[in-house]
């Protein structure tokens, strides 16, 4: 299994990201995929995740608005596109892939395989 994330970069505040993480050796459509993602000291935190293609999405309070979440089943691909960036959204951001129970959907133990990360720096 193989997720590799990209689009990461350095934006000043307001500005907008794309991220991509491109999955392969899994069945795609059956996974749930997260992004989360971990600043400089700090511990690994749950960004977004959604369970499957059109079903609901789950947002940590703090981009909730700003960011959303979505997949492309056919292109073995999930995206978070990020909007009004803020210095605070600064981190290494990794997708993930699991089959995380809906309580347990914001923990990165429930998920098993991990992209390799990729760096948003917000700054002016």
């Known amino acids: 299994v193989q997720l590799q994330a990209s689009g990461g970069g350095l934006v000043q505040p307001g500005d907008s990201l794309r991220l991509s993480c491109a999955a392969s050796?899994?069945?795609?459509?059956?996974?749930?995929m997260s992004w989360f993602r971990q600043a400089p000291g700090k511990e690994r935190e749950f960004v977004a995740s959604?369970?499957?293609?059109?079903?609901?999405?789950y947002y940590a309070g703090s981009v909730k608005g700003r960011f959303a979440i979505s997949r492309d089943n056919a292109k073995d691909t999930v995206y978070l596109q990020m909007n009004n960036l803020k210095p605070e959204d600064t981190a290494v951001y990794y997708c993930a892939a699991g089959t995380p129970i809906i309580s347990q959907i914001r923990e990165p133990s429930a998920f098993g395989h991990w992209g390799q990360g990729t760096l948003v720096t917000v700054s002016s």
């Open positions: 959604l369970r499957y293609s059109g079903g609901p999405t």
């Open positions: 050796g899994l069945a795609f459509s059956r996974y749930a």
